[in-house]
């Protein structure tokens, strides 16, 4: 009896194991307890906890700054010689500017004299939105195509006044073709409804008709000649800038002078009657690809 309890005792007891699965994490189904916010946290502490090692890290070796050239240093040899004859920050009179103008255009071709007028008017209100057209007396020294669209009788005396285009509902199907083979088109009144499909596609070329730019008339033939002879049309844009050109250089200083001062006094009588501040506040001349050159303000 003994000897047989003494065996029980040498017998190791082992322990049942366990086969319940551990207890799910409860969440609440809103607040800080809920499921959602509680990986927010997580998220938010491993974001934290990246942050500090990657600022504990050594710095990274950054290579040195890229080398910014100026807008004049990008330009061509031959821009960069013709703007050095410009002297820095100075105010041109009218005729020097003009002949320094000529003398810096950089181009081969025979190119187009511009000026830019900053004006202090709000495009934005309709009696401030400047547009006109001026008759240059040296012409612009380009050749315009005039198309006009008007009755089969008008037609013809269009044709005969110097009209390249001048056709009635033919016209109207050179348009559905998307062929523009103008470079203004004048049209009578009573016709304008019918381009008014064509808008989309005139407009913003700046070829639709408009009574302001004299090419809705029943005075066709007129209106063919002022566009031969050199009528532009101008209008502010929405920086309050009007840009404009006035002639080729090969036209000469004499020339190119009396199509800038026909331009200013036009756009000088156009000066709104509510505006209380400056006109024109800056004036700048210059050719096709050429250096700007800064004009005395002498139009207010």
Known sequence: ????????????????????????????????????H?????????????????????????????????????????????????EKGKVYNLDDAIKLAIETSPVKFDATLEMHFRLGVDPRQADQNIRSTVSLPAGT?????????APLDLCKAAKAAGADIAEDEEFLKMLDKEEINFDVLISTPQYMPKLGRYARMLGPKGLMPNPKAGTVTTDIEKAIKEAKAGKIEYRVDKQAIVHVGLGKISFGADKLKQNVVAFTDSLKAQKPASLKGQYIKSVFITTTMGPSIQVENIYN
């Open 1 to 36: 009896m003994a000897e047989k309890e003494a065996k029980e005792l040498e017998t190791p007891v082992v322990a049942e194991e366990t086969t319940e699965a551990p207890a799910e994490e409860k969440f609440a189904k809103a607040g800080k307890k809920s499921k959602k």
């Open 38 to 86: 509680v990986e927010e946290v997580k998220a938010e502490e491993e974001r934290q906890a990246r942050k500090l090692e990657a600022a504990a890290a050594p710095e990274k070796k950054v290579g040195p700054k890229p080398v910014t050239r100026t807008r004049l240093e990008r330009r061509g040899k031959n821009y960069k010689k013709a703007a050095e004859k410009i």
């Open 141 to 149: 020294g380009k050749t315009v195509r005039v198309a006009v669209f």
